[in-house]
């Protein structure tokens, strides 16, 4: 029986997932240099937790929980999103009480929305996102935008369109909502079933409606700038100063109110078309939030974050061939020729690897010709051949699969010769201009000294063990004439 992953889940396999690991720990390692720490929370919550804090009135309670009941007969959700069980945790473990507000959290794992699986949509995802939980200041809004930009660019992206709004304080959400209110009655008739609902729940959520003809009618919607009250303008005024100052390009768009519904002040989303022309929606997206921790039974504390979509984030690193380079393939690969020489390439390759080198090896027996093959799929950079002479004499016969050149090595001279061509390669000869005829062919190094400091006086070098002034010990060749 052929078995098939669920609707609207993705396997992320072999190059994917060294590309989302490339991109999860930029992620981390940008929001570590802002003290960012890592949270670890538990996929499954109680739903309640996700009806109080993302709100009934929005899609993802209303239709995209996967809510199920335990074997005890308690209502259990997988998580839709990271914020509500960060702020459980920081509740339940009486974070607050720490003298050192805000606490600021970092997170990344799987979410689970029971979506219409389309372009950019899954309903198993990855999100990555920060909270900074206690604080009103308007610098922690700032430094959340100025975070998510960072990261964007630090993956390669340009020209990221970060998108920026207010819902202002409660007193002009509550203005803003009764004059929605008043707008729609006029229209509600002729809207789509969930926007119904949405006008007894939420007007706010009218304005995400999808459906064209809804959207008609949404155009001429009042918008949230004319409700704002001056403290709430002036907090949106400072907000964009600061972005100017630190240097994120925004645009405001007063149509933005997302999705959930315990946003406050301060909304954002990062969008970004790929090379290609594709749009995959937003790759992310956060706010300020002001009840939630009481929500929690905690005290009235305040806090922003946002999260990305991490599968979002790769397809336009994707498309933009950003990712290319991600598989560093293979450092070295040991073809032992027959079943005698497996035992002493296993422990050679051991050893390779203790060492920190990327090793593989083929202990198939099979020929020379079809071991290179594999080894230049795997990118392997050198290939160690390892035959009865090789085993007998000691005398390594090294492949340079990238040049197709080849040394013999003593194998006590092994892994210096790898360390310095796979770690100090470049180093070594930054400045100088290597002299194909001077070079040794063993180990790439040449007789003059200004580039690396390697000279022939130097009988045996640290490289290669090969004395330029004399015959070759490992490989019989004399300096002068080369290989
Ligand atoms: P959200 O906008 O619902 O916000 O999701 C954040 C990001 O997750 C989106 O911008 C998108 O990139 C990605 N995403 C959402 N749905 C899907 C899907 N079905 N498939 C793939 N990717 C998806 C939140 O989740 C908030 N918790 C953000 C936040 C953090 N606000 C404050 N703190």
């Keep these: 029986m052929n078995i098939q992953n669920v609707k609207g889940t993705h396997d992320v396999i072999l190059k994917e997932a060294q590309a989302y690991e490339r991109i999860e720990s930029v992620m981390k390692a940008i929001a570590e240099s802002y003290c960012f720490k890592e949270f670890r929370v538990p996929v499954i919550e109680n739903s309640a937790l996700f009806l109080r804090s993302v709100g009934e009135s929005s899609d993802i309670v209303r239709k995209e929980m996967y809510t199920f009941l335990d074997k005890g007969g308690r209502s259990l959700t997988l998580r839709p999103e990271f914020t509500a069980g960060i702020i459980r945790s920081f509740v339940n473990n009486k974070l607050y009480a720490t003298k050192d507000l805000p606490v600021k959290a970092y997170y990344v794992g799987p979410v689970f929305r029971y979506e219409r699986p389309q372009l950019g949509r899954y309903r198993q995802f990855n999100q990555f996102g920060i909270e900074t939980i206690g604080t009103t200041s308007v610098?922690?809004?700032?430094?959340?935008?100025?975070?998510?930009?960072?990261?964007?660019?630090?993956?390669?992206?340009?020209?990221?369109?970060?998108?920026?709004?207010?819902?202002?304080?409660?007193?002009?959400?509550?203005?803003?909502?009764?004059?929605?209110?008043?707008?729609?009655?006029?229209?509600?008739?002729?809207?789509?079933?969930?926007?119904?609902?949405?006008?007894?729940?939420?007007?706010?959520?009218?304005?995400?409606?999808?459906?064209?003809?809804?959207?008609?009618?949404?155009?001429?919607?009042?918008?949230?700038?004319?409700?704002?009250?001056?403290?709430?303008?002036?907090?949106?005024?400072?907000?964009?100063?600061?972005?100017?100052?630190?240097?994120?390009?925004?645009?405001?768009?007063?149509?933005?109110?997302?999705?959930?519904?315990?946003?406050?002040?301060?909304?954002?989303?990062?969008?970004?078309?790929?090379?290609?022309?594709?749009?995959?929606?937003?790759?992310?997206?956060g706010g300020h939030y002001d009840g939630l921790v009481k929500e929690m039974d905690g005290p009235q504390l305040e806090g922003v974050g946002l999260s990305f979509g991490v599968e979002r984030v790769f397809s336009v690193l994707n498309d933009d061939e950003l990712l290319a380079d991600v598989d560093d393939g293979c450092d070295v690969f040991v073809m032992p020729m027959g079943e005698d020489a497996n035992e002493i390439g296993f422990y050679l390759l051991t050893t390779l690897r203790q060492y920190g080198f990327t090793s593989e090896i083929d202990v198939s027996g099979s020929k020379l010709s079809s071991m290179l093959k594999k080894a230049n799929r795997l990118s392997s950079k050198y290939a160690i051949i390892l035959g009865e002479e090789e085993i007998n004499t000691r005398i390594l016969t090294i492949k340079d699969l990238f040049k197709q050149e080849q040394y013999k090595i003593n194998v006590d001279n092994l892994i210096d010769f790898l360390d310095s061509r796979l770690n100090n390669a470049e180093d070594e000869h930054e400045h100088c201009s290597c002299n194909d005829e001077k070079e040794h062919h063993c180990c790439g190094h040449h007789d003059e000294t200004q580039c690396c400091g390697h000279e022939s006086q130097k009988h045996n070098h640290g490289c290669c063990g090969h004395n330029h002034d004399e015959e070759h010990h490992c490989c019989n060749k004399d300096s002068n004439k080369g290989e």
Excluded: W
């Excluded at 949404?218 to 001056?230: F, Q």
């Design 139 to 285: 610098y922690h809004d700032v430094e959340a935008i100025l975070l998510g930009y960072t990261i964007l660019t630090a993956l390669g992206l340009e020209n990221v369109k970060v998108k920026i709004n207010t819902l202002g304080d409660a007193l002009s959400r509550q203005n803003y909502k009764n004059a929605l209110k008043e707008y729609f009655s006029n229209h509600i008739d002729d809207m789509c079933v969930d926007c119904k609902q949405r006008y007894e729940l939420n007007p706010l959520r009218i304005l995400d409606c999808k459906v064209k003809e809804d959207q008609d009618i949404v155009k001429n919607a009042p918008t949230m700038s004319n409700y704002l009250s001056d403290d709430a303008k002036k907090r949106f005024d400072d907000l964009c100063a600061l972005l100017e100052q630190v240097g994120v390009d925004y645009e405001i768009d007063d149509t933005l109110v997302r999705g959930l519904d315990y946003y406050s002040q301060t909304v954002f989303e990062y969008h970004y078309t790929s090379k290609k022309g594709i749009n995959y929606g937003a790759v992310g997206a």
